[in-house]
């Protein structure tokens, strides 16, 4: 795909175009560093840039997706059930199954805490990006631990009726974050971090047909529509409606399908497994922001395993800025799968029409793709394969072009 982006930057051809439309259709694009352990622990952070992965001999990577090289390779004891960077991708955070949560610094590599409060029959991890940072975890008897990644002191303590199994978080409409906790009773509660107060609550009809508590899923990526799933049963939740609670909005949308590892794509878009058949499936979201009654409708499902292999992880990125409209190309899916045979890939669920053969629409086109998919050549990589040219990735130059950048 680089050297796809590559061509187009120099030219704007038939032959391009053909190039760029095959991009138009679901496609591996990077197939990162791993090892033959199971990775079971996949999330995006620093933007979406960088990628960070657990498996369940301990390694725990984190790539970054620009370019495909790993950032962080580090190992903890025991399999790894959860992992998180935080929103400037200085800080990486797993918890394992023998428990403890464990926080790397990104630009050193070094080990900076260890939370041996976190036990390991317990779940929840995220980093909050509050003025100051935050990280919150699943801590003794249901609890939750919010603390201060500046000064790694404790901010507050929450008590979830029922505990909690899941976290997330989402904006409370102006600037500010709110936490979001799941309960093994389906209780979704929203609460203000700084005082520990709870602002609202709705009660989800979970079955319990997960077996563990981290098969318990509730995810938002920083929007306000969130996916819950209890391992059986998936829905969609419009979390702003814990606090705005005039709004006629209903409070949650069953899926009406049972889907394995469901991830939400920003407001508008859900992805998640079928592990029997290999396949990940698309859902839109619609309207993007209620209080209309939202509509969940599917899109297509794409075959992504083979030779026997099951999906183990999965997660989607929230979609970045791009060009947005009726006649804008359309927008970058970009969602990472791991497999049983321990590969870790990244794959963009584009479905689109086929491109016009104009200067413009490829111009289009590749704004498109290096704001919601950049893949750019490292000056070893370059001088390896295009040694006749000077290094001017097309992506870099194609967003110096519209105002943007990539750092």
Same mark, same amino acid.
């Given at each position: 795909?680089?050297?796809?982006?590559?061509?187009? #930057?120099?030219?704007?051809?038939?032959?391009? &175009?053909?190039?760029?439309?095959?991009?138009?259709? @679901?496609?591996?694009?990077?197939?990162?560093?791993?090892?033959?352990?199971?990775?079971? &622990?996949?999330?995006?952070?620093?933007?979406?840039?960088?990628?960070?992965?657990? %498996?369940?001999? #301990?390694?725990? +990577?984190?790539?970054?997706?620009?370019?495909?090289?790993? /950032?962080?390779?580090a190992r903890v004891q025991g399999a790894v059930t959860e992992a998180v960077v935080n929103y400037g991708a200085d800080l990486a955070a797993v918890r394992g199954a023998r428990g403890g949560v464990q926080v790397w610094d990104l630009s050193t590599g070094r080990l900076v805490r260890t939370f041996a409060s976190a036990p390991g029959r317990a779940a929840g991890l995220t980093f909050?990006?509050?003025?100051?940072?935050?990280?919150?975890?699943?801590?003794?008897?249901?609890?939750?631990?919010?603390? %201060?990644?500046?000064?790694?002191? +404790? =901010?507050?303590?929450?008590?979830?009726?029922?505990?909690?199994?899941?976290?997330?978080?989402?904006?409370?409409?102006?600037?500010?974050?709110?936490?979001?906790?799941?309960?093994? +009773?389906?209780?979704?509660?929203?609460?203000?971090?700084?005082?520990?107060?709870?602002?609202?609550?709705?009660?989800?009809?979970?079955?319990?047909?997960?077996?563990?508590?981290?098969?318990?899923?509730? *995810?938002?990526? #920083? %929007? *306000?529509?969130?996916?819950?799933?209890?391992? =059986? =049963?998936?829905?969609?939740?419009?979390?702003?409606?814990?606090?705005?609670?005039?709004?006629?909005?209903?409070?949650?949308?069953?899926?009406?399908?049972?889907?394995?590892?469901?991830?939400?794509?920003?407001?508008?878009?859900?992805?998640?497994?079928?592990?029997?058949?290999?396949?990940?499936?698309?859902?839109?979201?619609?309207?993007?922001?209620? @209080?209309?009654?939202?509509?969940?409708?599917?899109?297509?499902? +794409? @075959? $992504?395993?083979?030779?026997?292999?099951?999906?183990?992880?999965?997660? &989607?990125?929230?979609?970045?800025?791009?060009?947005?409209?009726? *006649?804008?190309?359309?927008? /970058?899916? @970009?969602?990472?799968?791991?497999?049983?045979?321990?590969s870790v890939t990244l794959w963009d669920l584009t479905q689109g029409a086929q491109l016009a053969k104009s200067k413009q629409a490829i111009q289009d086109e590749l704004f498109q793709l290096c704001s919601?998919?950049?893949? $750019?050549?490292?000056?070893?990589?370059?001088?390896?394969?295009?040694?006749?040219?000077?290094? &001017?990735?097309?992506?870099?130059?194609?967003?110096?072009?519209?105002?943007?950048?990539? *750092?």
């Amino acid at each position: 795909m680089a050297l796809a982006l590559e061509a187009a #930057g120099l030219a704007h051809t038939s032959e391009v &175009a053909a190039a760029l439309n095959r991009l138009r259709s @679901p496609h591996p694009v990077t197939r990162f560093e791993t090892e033959s352990a199971p990775v079971q &622990a996949l999330d995006f952070g620093g933007e979406g840039r960088f990628l960070i992965g657990g %498996d369940t001999s #301990g390694r725990v +990577r984190v790539w970054d997706t620009y370019t495909g090289r790993t /950032r962080l390779s580090a190992r903890v004891q025991g399999a790894v059930t959860e992992a998180v960077v935080n929103y400037g991708a200085d800080l990486a955070a797993v918890r394992g199954a023998r428990g403890g949560v464990q926080v790397w610094d990104l630009s050193t590599g070094r080990l900076v805490r260890t939370f041996a409060s976190a036990p390991g029959r317990a779940a929840g991890l995220t980093f909050v990006p509050k003025e100051k940072g935050l990280l919150a975890f699943g801590g003794r008897g249901g609890t939750v631990e919010v603390w %201060d990644t500046a000064t790694w002191s +404790r =901010t507050t303590t929450l008590h979830p009726a029922g505990g909690s199994v899941a976290l997330t978080w989402f904006p409370d409409g102006d600037v500010f974050p709110v936490l979001a906790t799941l309960s093994p +009773r389906g209780n979704v509660d929203a609460w203000d971090m700084d005082n520990g107060r709870r602002l609202g609550t709705v009660r989800i009809p979970v079955t319990g047909g997960a077996s563990t508590a981290v098969d318990y899923v509730l *995810d938002a990526h #920083g %929007d *306000d529509q969130a996916v819950v799933s209890d391992g =059986t =049963t998936t829905w969609v939740v419009w979390l702003k409606k814990l606090i705005i609670n005039d709004w006629p909005t209903p409070d949650f949308r069953p899926l009406g399908r049972t889907v394995a590892l469901p991830s939400v794509m920003g407001s508008n878009g859900l992805v998640a497994a079928d592990s029997k058949r290999g396949r990940v499936m698309m859902w839109g979201i619609d309207p993007v922001y209620p @209080p209309e009654i939202p509509e969940v409708h599917y899109l297509f499902s +794409r @075959p $992504i395993v083979t030779h026997g292999s099951q999906i183990t992880a999965l997660v &989607a990125r929230r979609q970045s800025t791009g060009d947005f409209g009726p *006649d804008a190309p359309p927008e /970058r899916l @970009p969602t990472a799968v791991a497999l049983t045979d321990g590969s870790v890939t990244l794959w963009d669920l584009t479905q689109g029409a086929q491109l016009a053969k104009s200067k413009q629409a490829i111009q289009d086109e590749l704004f498109q793709l290096c704001s919601g998919m950049p893949l $750019i050549l490292t000056p070893q990589e370059w001088k390896k394969l295009i040694p006749e040219l000077p290094y &001017a990735p097309a992506c870099v130059e194609v967003m110096k072009e519209r105002g943007g950048g990539h *750092d």
